[in-house]
């Protein structure tokens, strides 16, 4: 036996580890596909050269295991550092996450088809002994190996919910949503690396935790008054220091930039962004007061901005919905050096913070009558001496609408970790941290085949995923020795998972992906095993 506990839903049928476990072929992990094209765009090499010294390596890239499929690989990788206490807890897990990578689903039941696979799966989620948050360092050290091929990365830090049914409040789940939704499950707050280019290589952090019934006064300054390690201030802290530690136990020295928003404006995260190692952009929630004697012309952040010239311009083009029209927007770029006066409001404590505060506004001329400016003010540790410095810092902030990505694959889209039924707060976790690791693995294939849909396949595919899936698809005029883009096999795989084409209502999602992959991966293990066409 694996670990402790019994199933929740079946009943067993037998003892040990299946067959096709023990058979598993051992090899060394590979860093998950980091592309020799995945590196920073000559537009914008000035935070390499200037900054940093680090080159990248393409070695990092072209690791991979023998034979492996790609689901199987990036499991091995993923999973196979954890420390659970026992190896074959460990050849357990990443049988699991292999099988949620290829079978994405909800429920147990749905991912595990087998009767002994089902059991030995709760008998993993149910055990006392496995933490869910070794599970999760262990993908946040395979990230790092990631992030290790470039001298820095964005890291999107965000936080969210997960909802899960517990009518008897017997699960030991907090309340997430409203006062009025008093509905149950587990916040999470978590950081999502994304490479200088915008491939997103997987999670470097994740806090579990839940959350008590919220304050009947709303926006009551009690709550101000606490000490930090009494706020949810500290999960922001936490998943910040986890990932500068991942990054260190594998040995880079690869600089994370940490990319917030308005809810991570709180005067310990932007202390912590001060901390070697690391740099920091956050979206300002508030007109913050500047350090210095009251006799200086300007006092808060925004007067100080508004009292700059502007550095540049740049157009950006605004799709239409949520009551607001389409259009190619113009916005004006400010920039200014600021001192932040950070205050302690338990103790009284006051701090100064030299930032850099980058102001990007939509001009009079571009906003619709009845539409308020596009506007975005954002503090940053980055040193902003340029318009092309404040590009870049623009840049990296909008590298952090790709933890909306993953939350919605994770939530709601391919994985639909909130369909669980697990039993206990302890369980789901497990879970949930398995499910969030494979649901970057499916953001990351989708957004090559949308964004880099030129790459060689062969950066996330082996010879014997190409040759099953042009037998499968019959391109016409493709040979089997071809090696197509990676563009063309995801659209291919999911034509055969049911992707329609436009009238599906957009590109491949990672669900149409998953179910071609499942017929792709039956074949790629004949092909593998030594059969010829």
Request: glycine content about 8%.
């Amino acid at each position: 036996m694996l670990a402790g506990g019994g199933p929740v839903e079946v009943p067993s049928t037998g003892e040990g580890r299946p067959t096709h476990l023990r058979k598993q072929r051992r090899g060394r992990p590979r860093p998950f596909g980091v592309p020799a094209a995945a590196r920073p765009r000559a537009a914008r090499p000035r935070l390499a050269s200037r900054v940093f010294s680090l080159p990248t390596r393409p070695g990092l890239r072209s690791k991979r295991l023998m034979h492996s499929r790609p689901a199987e690989s990036w499991a091995e990788q993923e999973f196979g550092s954890a420390k659970l206490g026992d190896l074959r807890r460990t050849e357990r897990l990443k049988y699991m996450g292999r099988m949620v990578a290829e079978r994405p689903a909800g429920k147990v039941t749905e991912v595990f088809e087998r009767p002994m696979d089902r059991e030995a799966a709760y008998r993993f989620l149910e055990s006392s002994s496995i933490d869910h948050r070794e599970i999760a360092a262990s993908a946040h050290r395979a990230c790092a190996e990631r992030a290790a091929a470039y001298a820095y990365v964005f890291v999107s830090v965000d936080g969210t919910s997960l909802n899960f049914t517990d009518r008897s409040r017997a699960k030991g789940l907090g309340v997430v949503g409203t006062r009025k939704q008093s509905s149950q499950g587990i916040q999470v707050m978590s950081g999502l690396v994304v490479s200088p280019d915008g491939v997103p290589l997987g999670l470097s952090g994740m806090e579990l935790w839940t959350r008590k019934a919220p304050a009947k006064v709303k926006g009551s300054r009690k709550h101000d008054r606490r000490r930090t390690e009494e706020k949810e201030t500290r999960y922001w802290q936490s998943v910040m220091s986890q990932t500068t530690t991942s990054l260190e136990e594998v040995g880079t020295t690869t600089l994370p930039w940490f990319q917030l928003d308005r809810g991570g404006d709180a005067w310990p995260v932007l202390l912590e962004g001060f901390e070697p190692g690391r740099l920091l952009t956050v979206r300002a929630a508030y007109d913050r007061l500047l350090w210095g004697s009251e006799e200086e012309p300007c006092r808060q952040v925004r007067e100080k901005l508004e009292a700059s010239s502007i550095v540049g311009e740049y157009t950006l083009a605004v799709k239409g919905g949520h009551g607001r029209r389409a259009r190619v927007a113009r916005m004006e770029v400010r920039a200014a050096e600021v001192t932040l006066r950070l205050v302690d409001t338990s103790t009284g404590d006051r701090w100064p913070a030299p930032m850099h505060a980058v102001l990007a506004r939509e001009t009079a001329d571009s906003t619709p009558e009845d539409e308020r400016p596009l506007e975005w003010l954002l503090l940053t540790t980055f040193p902003v001496e340029s318009f092309a410095d404040a590009e870049l810092v623009l840049f990296g902030y909008s590298q952090r609408w790709r933890i909306e990505d993953f939350h919605r694959l994770w939530k709601t889209g391919a994985c639909r970790v909130e369909d669980s039924q697990l039993g206990d707060f302890d369980h789901l976790a497990r879970w949930a941290v398995i499910q969030a690791a494979a649901a970057t693995f499916f953001l990351r294939l989708t957004h090559l085949a949308r964004h880099q849909p030129e790459l060689p396949a062969t950066v996330e595919f082996e010879a014997s995923e190409l040759k099953a899936t042009i037998m499968l698809r019959k391109p016409a005029g493709v040979s089997i020795e071809a090696v197509p883009t990676i563009g063309e096999v995801v659209l291919w795989i999911s034509e055969m998972g049911g992707y329609t084409g436009k009238s599906s209502g957009g590109p491949p999602g990672a669900m149409v992906l998953a179910r071609g992959l499942q017929r792709v991966e039956v074949l790629a293990g004949v092909l593998t095993d030594g059969w010829e066409p």
